[in-house]
């Protein structure tokens, strides 16, 4: 499925499994998820420290190395932000990752993004209400929040992008004296399309399953993923237990239940990632 050039492939696997090696049994694990996907699923499940976490890693540098883009979900958003957090330290640590793999956006609910920002009068880091400062993770993510990178894009193409210029202005109205009812549906309006621009420009979109089909992630043109990785799977797939990792793009088997219209997203993948 990769497009990269079969020896850029291999010199950039080379680089990851370098720098992050697998045991034998998660290189199996990690060649299955890459290489060999059986039905368009591969499934990977083991008790704590085991390293799944680490396993999933080392599949999403690789997927997003190869050009690949990811949609990273988990049934909580603390199984989120794990992951996520695990890729941030990874591409901060290695400057050539962060060149390979490209951006990750963490997409909250639409309503909480705009709470956020509306919350936040002034500055550009947002307060967290009645529980203190933000947590050690939350602080290493908040640059990848979509509210974050809205107003940050929103800054940077203000002067040639009348929605951006908009969208600014209705936060700084609301920062000096509050919205009417059709301000806050402008700046709900603004804040949609410019989610939009970021969904359409990001590798990895980070969120959990449940907000994984609101109608601003699901859009004609928009973020199309190569691949699901999904944590704490056992909220999605039917009779699976403890803490898994998917990854596929054909239809799913006759034995693998999807929840709601989740299965519209046909984020399931065929065949392999790689260069044999």
């Given at each position: 499925m990769s497009k990269v050039p079969a020896e850029q492939q291999r010199e950039r696997l080379q680089y990851i499994?370098?720098?992050?090696?697998?045991?034998?049994?998660?290189?199996?694990?990690?060649?299955k998820s890459t290489r060999r996907i059986c039905a368009g699923i591969h499934l990977i499940h083991g008790p704590p420290g085991t390293g799944k976490t680490r396993t999933a890693l080392v599949?999403?540098?690789?997927?997003t190395a190869l050009d690949l883009r990811v949609l990273l979900a988990a049934g909580s958003n603390k199984g989120v932000d794990n992951l996520a957090?695990?890729?941030?330290k990874a591409i901060s640590e290695h400057p050539k990752?962060?060149?390979?793999?490209?951006?990750?956006?963490?997409?909250?609910?639409?309503?909480?993004?705009?709470?956020?920002?509306?919350?936040?009068?002034?500055?550009n880091r947002p307060l967290r209400r009645h529980k203190g400062d933000l947590s050690g993770s939350e602080q290493l993510l908040e640059p990848?929040?979509?509210?974050?990178?809205?107003?940050?894009?929103?800054?940077?193409?203000?002067?040639?992008?009348?929605?951006?210029?908009?969208?600014?202005a209705f936060l700084d109205q609301d920062r000096e004296g509050g919205l009417s009812r059709d301000a806050t549906?402008?700046?709900?309006?603004?804040?949609?399309?410019?989610?939009?621009?970021?969904?359409?420009?990001?590798?990895i979109v980070a969120t959990t399953l449940s907000n994984s089909i609101q109608d601003g992630l699901r859009f004609e043109g928009g973020f199309d993923p190569s691949a699901l990785i999904c944590d704490e799977s056992g909220q999605f797939l039917n009779e699976m237990k403890g803490k898994?990792?998917?990854?596929?793009?054909?239809?799913?088997?006759?034995?693998?239940?999807?929840?709601?219209?989740?299965?519209?997203?046909?984020?399931?993948?065929?065949?392999s990632f790689l260069s044999e």
């Open positions: 499994l370098e720098n992050f090696p697998l045991d034998e049994t998660q290189r199996a694990a990690f060649d599949i999403i540098l690789t997927m957090v695990a890729f941030v990752l962060a060149r390979w793999c490209g951006r990750l956006v963490r997409f909250r609910t639409p309503a909480h993004q705009l709470s956020v920002l509306r919350a936040d009068n002034a500055s990848y929040q979509m509210h974050y990178l809205a107003e940050k894009h929103a800054i940077d193409h203000q002067s040639e992008d009348q929605k951006c210029a908009e969208f600014l549906k402008g700046l709900k309006s603004r804040l949609e399309y410019i989610s939009r621009k970021i969904f359409t420009e990001s590798k898994n990792i998917c990854c596929g793009r054909a239809q799913p088997p006759d034995h693998v239940k999807t929840c709601g219209t989740f299965q519209n997203l046909r984020i399931f993948l065929d065949y």
